[in-house]
């Protein structure tokens, strides 16, 4: 996802930061992208030959065809035409440091930067100082020496706040992922006040955005998210006959959709004939009905097809099914999904573009924000448990010319026989039967991590935070021990009790957490070891909040769950 909106964006840029060039203006808008894929910096080797090798799958906007890779901290370039941009960061570091204008990152990703790292608050309005060789950034406007590239010479930044925060395809933020992200919103929107609040005395109002094609009652899931009221929210398009003409009735390209429930073949079995028969009809124009009038014409390029499975175990299986389906006939098959390493997953869709890989299986990993540049038919392989994902996965194809659909469903899935008797009913109104985003702001236990991550939040942003995290014991403690009782002061301006978006009565009702929490960390930051580091402390301890309250961990659902017994059976 983060590719397919960096190259968007890369675009855009390309031609706005032409017309400065030509206006001798020498402003850029910057973008850049951060997660954990990427190289930190040009020292970090390894990193850099997984991600790099054959370039990162975003095209270049100049050639169209070409692929880039970062040469320097503020500079890529093109592998085909040779074309260098000087406003897009490929390392994550100086992303950090010479502060891009449009960063591209995940909840995931922000959370560590946000707790323990003073040095990437410039992105959160934090004044920082910027090493003028390798751009990294450093929370301390005293810095002498950089840590990574060891130059000496740094400029000091005092920047604003952001004004917008984006969150794509919002319908994936669902259950305990979705409202851990909602609470992770909350607690940005603090750090964003409580800098413009210290800088420039300013309050700071932020306009929260989310997108997605394929959700339901989307002023309802607004509220809970954004915890915002209605006169606050703008619904875009606004009804539903404005949505018709956007999806439905729009001009375009068309999917054709076959559903098969085969008994007498296993579905692997049948995924394998219809990815062979479809190649055949392309190849040596073998007649498969009932594709028949879908490929009438032969070709020496093999079709595209793009197929998305619901457990991982089926990839392979499937790779494996479909390549010895046909081996008359010369296509290449591959898989995409976690079980993969990154370089693997890159090189599969870097290869599936150019067409040197034509059939690829895929978990949801490709189900949003891939943007192939010819998908001729897409595979489901059994439906996925909501009918969103279904129209996620069924738009893969369809984009820039005619599609088919091939659904293969499993005669042992209840959902399965549901889907398909109902199935032309649902496809012809795809967002009256877009399902509600499940998503609650009251849950406890995550309120209580996030309370306590909202605590290490404001810690890392005090003025002397990179001090206090260097000694624990000496520094940090008598710190927490000064500002303790404001952490949990509804009076207080930005505290942490008021940086998750609580209602009174539930400030009232978690105050005490908050309390005994710092209370507890005093007593371990008093006992801790001299050498224990900020590592130490807040991750490898037993008794460290991350081990206790998994506070970098969005998406994982507790380890236990209790179960209540409100009938019997006799």
């Not at 009232?508 to 371990?524: A, D, H, N, V």
Request: hydrophobic share 35%.
């Amino acid at each position: 996802l983060a590719n397919d909106q960096l190259s968007r964006i890369i675009s855009m840029l390309y031609e706005i930061n032409k017309n400065f060039i030509n206006e001798g203006n020498p402003e850029r808008i910057t973008v850049g992208m951060s997660h954990g894929d990427l190289p930190k910096n040009k020292r970090d080797q390894e990193q850099m030959q997984k991600y790099w090798d054959g370039g990162v799958p975003i095209k270049c906007p100049k050639c169209k065809e070409g692929y880039l890779i970062g040469l320097e901290p503020k500079l890529v370039k093109c592998l085909t035409c040779k074309e260098e941009l000087d406003f897009v960061f490929l390392f994550q570091d100086p992303n950090f440091g010479a502060l891009v204008d449009i960063l591209i990152t995940n909840p995931d990703k922000l959370i560590w930067d946000m707790m323990e790292r003073p040095g990437h608050h410039g992105i959160f309005g934090r004044e920082i100082s910027c090493c003028n060789q390798c751009f990294a950034g450093y929370g301390t406007l005293l810095k002498r020496k950089c840590d990574v590239c060891s130059n000496a010479t740094f400029e000091k930044k005092k920047p604003l706040p952001p004004r917008f925060l984006v969150f794509d395809e919002i319908h994936q933020f669902k259950g305990t992922f979705g409202t851990n992200a909602l609470y992770l919103h909350e607690r940005l929107k603090t750090i964003f006040k409580r800098y413009a609040k210290r800088n420039f005395e300013k309050d700071w109002p932020v306009c929260s955005i989310g997108s997605s094609a394929t959700i339901a009652d989307a002023g309802r899931f607004a509220k809970t998210f954004f915890g915002l009221d209605e006169g606050q929210i703008t619904v875009i398009p606004k009804d539903d006959a404005t949505k018709e003409s956007y999806y439905e009735k729009a001009e375009g390209n068309f999917r054709k959709h076959v559903f098969l429930m085969p008994y007498r073949y296993r579905p692997a079995a049948t995924c394998g004939k219809v990815a062979g028969y479809l190649q055949a009809r392309r190849l040596i124009g073998a007649k498969s009905e009932p594709f028949s009038e879908m490929y009438d014409k032969t070709s020496d390029d093999p079709l595209q097809i793009l197929g998305f499975v619901n457990n991982l175990g089926d990839v392979g299986e499937l790779r494996n099914v479909v390549a010895r389906e046909r081996q008359d006939l010369v296509f290449e098959v591959d898989g995409h999904s976690t079980d993969y390493g990154q370089g693997d997953r890159g090189r599969a869709e870097r290869e599936f573009n150019k067409k040197d890989v034509n059939v690829i299986f895929a978990t949801p990993t490709l189900e949003v924000g891939v943007d192939f540049s010819t998908v001729n038919s897409v595979m489901i392989y059994g439906f996925p448990f909501s009918f969103n994902e279904y129209v996620q996965r069924i738009g893969r194809g369809g984009r820039k010319e005619n599609s088919l659909v091939v659904t293969i469903c499993h005669r042992w899935r209840p959902i399965d026989h549901y889907y398909m008797a109902d199935a032309r009913r649902k496809l012809s109104e795809q967002h009256r039967h877009y399902e509600p985003i499940p998503i609650t702001r009251d849950n406890p236990n995550l309120i209580l991590k996030h309370l306590i991550g909202a605590f290490w939040d404001y810690i890392s942003s005090l003025d002397d935070a990179h001090m206090l995290f260097g000694d624990i014991k000496r520094k940090l403690e008598p710190k927490v021990e000064e500002i303790g009782d404001s952490m949990f002061d509804t009076s207080v301006e930005h505290s942490p009790i008021n940086a998750l978006g609580l209602s009174e009565s539930e400030k009232t009702e978690y105050q005490e957490f908050l309390k005994s929490y710092i209370t507890m960390e005093k007593g371990r930051m008093a006992s801790s070891p001299q050498q224990f580091t900020k590592k130490n402390f807040l991750y490898d301890d037993a008794k460290s909040p991350d081990r206790v309250y998994k506070l970098t961990n969005l998406r994982q659902i507790e380890n236990s769950v209790e179960v209540e017994l409100i009938w019997d059976v006799f």
